[in-house]
């Protein structure tokens, strides 16, 4: 009752939500994975921003170099003499100079745009006024400027190298574009955010089925619980196998043997009194069946689709990471090896892969200074591309020859082959041919085998013909370089 007599009702009190275990552990490892997977894109795109900027600064600082001793050593190919003024030099420099994508190189000529970049030049300086305006004080200078610049269209770094004559002021800019540079840097973190979704996603769904089987004897133990009363003391909790969840179930259900045997005490007193005073007592008995929950078959497919899905996301990483470790020094421990064991485990490895008409066109047998184990990751990599988009039955032939002070390692097939304006495509992370979108994995083998071939100073050849066939080549120096010289 209320204030002033007024009956107020009030309805049932609503109970909060409860969160289940399961639900907890569930949601941990998620959050865990997540964590992981955050933390590791970050290192990786920081670490990989940081080689990037080392790399432009390096170009930067090898043209400059190349530049001060044109200026200094070089002579005007007109008149066989030194340099007589920075109009020649700059012209002479530039004419010759070879660009990559995202660099430009202007000439100034005391104070004023003098040179500007070729026709065919793809990034060129001079069409940011802001940037030109930020470079331009510093070209009449006696020294070496650098830095970076922000304007309203992209982010750069700069090197202007001013070079005095009597009658003039020259000054060469070289401008990077720092935009353009880390474009592959997105496109590569884009994708490591999508394949990180897709594994968060793979690992709720995986972990909600496990913890639903680990948790299950805990359900079980609450079901007994449940199901003891007064009157039936013979529920007991399922003892399957031999971990801290199996312990407990042993303890409970002796816990329940105690319990059932003092009960059963008590009740045995009260039928004897009740016989002695002869009063007739009703005895309820009732049973409560058990439900074996176990279903092996259930568990055996659970455990397969785990293990499916654990593998998958191991593996990019696995790509990647072999991708964010090949910037490491010890991403590869050289030894002198000998060519032929080499070529004999990797042929004989090869064999497993897939049913091809495997032959050896040359096996050498000197020693190389490689890595053994990185050297045969990279190979038998090539060689498993060479069964995926090759016929059974075909031929796949390996060989490892010297030429020139050069080890030739080469894997050659006879399936689909590759279109001639894909071959470039195909060395980048991700990248795939035309035609091929049907077959299985990430496009990061290549990417992986060029991270191990470049890290012992080597390349990788690529030779194919569509509809013919295809021929892959790791080219390594014989010897270290210290050797070498």
């Given at each position: 009752?209320?204030?002033n007599?007024?009956?107020?009702?009030?309805?049932?009190?609503?109970?909060?939500?409860?969160?289940?275990?399961?639900?907890?552990?569930?949601?941990?490892l998620?959050?865990?994975?997540?964590?992981?997977?955050?933390?590791?894109?970050?290192?990786?795109y920081?670490?990989?921003s940081?080689?990037?900027?080392?790399?432009?600064?390096?170009?930067?600082?090898?043209?400059?170099?190349?530049?001060?001793?044109?200026?200094?050593?070089?002579m005007?190919p007109?008149?066989?003499?030194?340099f007589?003024?920075?109009?020649?030099?700059?012209?002479?420099?530039?004419?010759?100079?070879?660009?990559?994508?995202?660099?430009?190189?202007?000439?100034?000529v005391?104070?004023?745009?003098?040179?500007?970049?070729?026709?065919?030049?793809?990034?060129?300086?001079?069409?940011?006024a802001?940037?030109?305006?930020?470079?331009?004080?510093?070209?009449?200078?006696?020294?070496?400027?650098?830095?970076?610049?922000?304007?309203?269209?992209?982010?750069?770094?700069?090197?202007v190298?001013?070079?005095?004559?009597?009658?003039?002021?020259g000054a060469?800019?070289?401008?990077?574009?720092?935009?353009?540079a880390?474009?592959e840097?997105?496109q590569?973190?884009?994708a490591?955010?999508?394949?990180?979704a897709?594994?968060?996603?793979?690992?709720?769904?995986?972990?909600?089925?496990?913890?639903?089987?680990?948790?299950?004897?805990?359900?079980?133990?609450?079901?007994?619980?449940?199901?003891?009363?007064?009157?039936?003391?013979?529920s007991?909790?399922?003892?399957?196998?031999?971990?801290?969840?199996?312990?407990?179930?042993?303890?409970?259900?002796?816990?329940?043997?105690?319990?059932?045997?003092?009960?059963?005490?008590?009740?045995?007193?009260?039928?004897?009194?009740?016989?002695?005073?002869?009063?007739?007592?009703t005895?309820?008995?009732?049973?409560l069946?058990l439900?074996d929950?176990?279903?092996?078959?259930?568990?055996?497919?659970?455990?397969?689709?785990?293990?499916?899905?654990?593998?998958?996301?191991?593996?990019l990483?696995?790509?990647?990471?072999?991708?964010?470790?090949?910037?490491?020094?010890?991403?590869?421990?050289?030894e002198?090896?000998?060519?032929?064991?080499l070529?004999?485990?990797?042929?004989e490895?090869?064999?497993?892969l897939?049913?091809?008409?495997?032959?050896?066109?040359?096996?050498?047998?000197?020693?190389?200074?490689?890595?053994?184990d990185?050297?045969?990751?990279?190979?038998?990599?090539?060689?498993?591309?060479?069964?995926?988009?090759s016929?059974?039955?075909?031929?796949?032939?390996l060989?490892?020859?010297?030429?020139?002070?050069?080890?030739?390692?080469?894997?050659?097939?006879?399936g689909?082959?590759?279109?001639?304006?894909d071959?470039?495509?195909?060395?980048?992370?991700?990248?795939?041919g035309?035609?091929?979108?049907?077959?299985?994995?990430?496009?990061?083998?290549?990417?992986?085998v060029?991270?191990?071939?470049?890290?012992?100073?080597g390349?990788?050849?690529?030779?194919?013909?569509?509809?013919?066939?295809s021929?892959?080549?790791?080219?390594?120096?014989?010897?270290?370089?210290?050797?070498?010289?």
């Open positions: 009752m209320g204030k007599g007024v009956v107020t009702a009030t309805g049932p009190r609503k109970e909060p939500r409860r969160v289940t275990i399961r639900q907890r552990i569930s949601l941990a998620v959050l865990l994975v997540m964590f992981a997977l955050a933390v590791t894109g970050t290192l990786v920081f670490l990989e940081e080689a990037i900027e080392r790399r432009v600064m390096t170009e930067l600082a090898g043209n400059r170099q190349e530049f001060t001793v044109l200026a200094t050593e070089g005007d007109e008149t066989g003499l030194p007589a003024g920075s109009q020649e030099l700059l012209g002479l420099y530039l004419t010759r100079s070879v660009l990559s994508v995202n660099e430009g190189e202007v000439g100034f005391d104070g004023r745009l003098y040179w500007q970049s070729s026709d065919n030049a793809i990034f060129k300086p001079e069409s940011d802001e940037l030109m305006a930020h470079i331009e004080p510093m070209t009449t200078l006696d020294h070496v400027s650098s830095g970076s610049v922000t304007t309203a269209e992209h982010e750069y770094r700069f090197m190298t001013p070079v005095h004559f009597p009658t003039e002021i060469l800019v070289q401008v990077h574009d720092y935009d353009g880390r474009e840097l997105h590569t973190m884009l490591f955010v999508l394949v990180a897709g594994a968060t996603l793979a690992v709720a769904a995986v972990s909600w089925l496990l913890v639903s089987r680990l948790l299950k004897p805990v359900e079980e133990l609450r079901v007994a619980a449940e199901s003891i009363h007064e009157n039936d003391l013979t007991r909790v399922p003892e399957r196998g031999n971990d801290d969840l199996t312990r407990l179930s042993v303890s409970i259900n002796r816990m329940l043997d105690r319990v059932q045997t003092s009960v059963e005490g008590q009740r045995r007193l009260l039928d004897d009194v009740g016989h002695e005073l002869r009063t007739p007592l005895i309820v008995r009732g049973h069946e439900m929950v176990d279903d092996a078959l259930d568990v055996g497919q659970t455990r397969e689709l785990a293990l499916d899905e654990l593998d998958r996301m191991g593996r990483v696995g790509d990647l990471l072999t991708l964010a470790k090949s910037q490491q020094s010890d991403f590869v421990k050289p002198w090896f000998s060519l032929a064991t070529t004999d485990q990797v042929l490895r090869s064999r497993g897939g049913d091809r008409s495997w032959r050896l066109r040359g096996i050498e047998s000197a020693d190389a200074w490689l890595d053994p990185r050297i045969t990751q990279a190979w038998l990599q090539l060689v498993a591309n060479a069964v995926k988009y016929e059974p039955g075909s031929a796949i032939t060989a490892s020859e010297l030429d020139r002070g050069e080890v030739r390692l080469s894997v050659e097939d006879r689909i082959g590759i279109h001639e304006a071959i470039d495509k195909i060395r980048t992370r991700f990248g795939r035309r035609g091929v979108s049907e077959k299985a994995g990430a496009g990061l083998g290549l990417s992986i060029e991270s191990i071939v470049e890290a012992h100073g390349r990788l050849e690529i030779e194919s013909e569509y509809g013919v066939g021929r892959f080549t790791i080219v390594l120096p014989l010897a270290p370089e210290k050797e070498n010289t």
